[in-house]
C-alpha cells in the first residue's frame, strides 16, 4: 500500500486573526444592506395595499399571546408609513455603524494580546496611565488590559480610527472613505442623542462647517449646523461602500 503524504500543519498568523474579525465584519455589513433593501422593498409593496384601503376602516392586532391593542385606523397607518421609510434607514445604519466600532475594538484587544503574549510590542499606543487594584482577586495584567479597552473605548472615534489605520493601513490610503466613515459616526450620533440635528461639536470633530450627504436622487446636498440630517438610500450605500473599501484595505 501507498504511504500516504503527510499533512501539512497550517500555521495562523496574528494577521489571521484580524482578517477573521475583518471577514465577520464584511460578512454582518452586506447582510444588513441587503436586509435593509428587502424591508424596504416590503414597505413600498405594502403602501399600495394601504391606499387601496377605506379611510374609514380599522384594524387590530395582537402584540402577544391573548393580548390585543386597540384597533388603529387605516388613516394613522398612512401617516405613519411616511415615517417609516426614515426609520428603516436609522436603524439599519446604526448597525452598521455599531458593527464597525465593535470591530475597532476587536482589534485593538487582539493587539493587546499580542503584546502581553510576547509575540508583538503594542508600539502604537505608546504610552498609558492604569490604576490598579491589588487588593482585587483579578491578575494585574487583567486588570491593564481591561483598562485599556475601556479607555480605548472612550476616545474620540477619530483617535481610535487613526490608531487601528495606523497599523494596517500605514501609508493611509483611501482617505476619503476614512472621512466618509467618520462622518457617519458623527450621523449615528445625531440621530441618537440630537434627533437628527447636527450640532457643532459634530462639525468642530470633523474640521468642517458642513457635511455633504446624497439625497434620493444621488445628488449631492449640505448640512449645516442645527440643520437635521435626512438619510437616503444612497447614503447608505456610499457608507457600505466606504467601510467595504477600508476594510479589505484592512485586510490585505
Known amino acids: 500500500m501507498a504511504s500516504k503524504a503527510p499533512q501539512k500543519s497550517v500555521v495562523n498568523t496574528p494577521k489571521d486573526s484580524i482578517n477573521s474579525h475583518l471577514d465577520e465584519l ?7 444592506f441587503y436586509t435593509f433593501l428587502l424591508a424596504y422593498t416590503s414597505l413600498q409593496l405594502g403602501g399600495g395595499v394601504l391606499d387601496s384601503i377605506r379611510d374609514d376602516v380599522t384594524v387590530s392586532t395582537s402584540v402577544g399571546l391573548n393580548i390585543e391593542i ?3 385606523s387605516i388613516v394613522e397607518l398612512k401617516q405613519f408609513r411616511a415615517d417609516f421609510p426614515d426609520f428603516l434607514l436609522q436603524v439599519f445604519h446604526g448597525k452598521i455603524v455599531q458593527g464597525w466600532k465593535d470591530l475597532l475594538t476587536k482589534i485593538f484587544c487582539h493587539y493587546l494580546f499580542l503584546h502581553f503574549s510576547g509575540q508583538r510590542q503594542f508600539i502604537e499606543l505608546k504610552s498609558a496611565n492604569v490604576r490598579l487594584d491589588f487588593a482585587s482577586a483579578t491578575s494585574l495584567d487583567d486588570q491593564v488590559k481591561a483598562r485599556l479597552k475601556r479607555d480605548f473605548e472612550f476616545r474620540k472615534y477619530s483617535e481610535r480610527q487613526k490608531l487601528i ?3 494596517l493601513n500605514p501609508k493611509c490610503l483611501y482617505p476619503n472613505e476614512l472621512a466618509n466613515i467618520h462622518k457617519h459616526i458623527h450621523i449615528r450620533n445625531s440621530f441618537q442623542h440630537n434627533n437628527g440635528i ?3 461639536f459634530a462639525l468642530q470633530d470633523l474640521g468642517t462647517d458642513k457635511i455633504e450627504i446624497l439625497d434620493l436622487n444621488g445628488q449631492q446636498i449640505s448640512v449645516s449646523k442645527d440643520q437635521r440630517i435626512t438619510l437616503s438610500i444612497p447614503e447608505l450605500n456610499s457608507f457600505r461602500r466606504s467601510l467595504l473599501m477600508v476594510a479589505q484595505k484592512w485586510r490585505a
Do not use: G, V
Not at 26 to 32: L, S, V
Open 165 to 167: 489605520n495606523k497599523i
Open 70 to 72: 386597540e384597533p388603529i
Open 26 to 32: 464584511i460578512a454582518c455589513t452586506r447582510e444588513n
Open 198 to 200: 447636527l450640532d457643532s
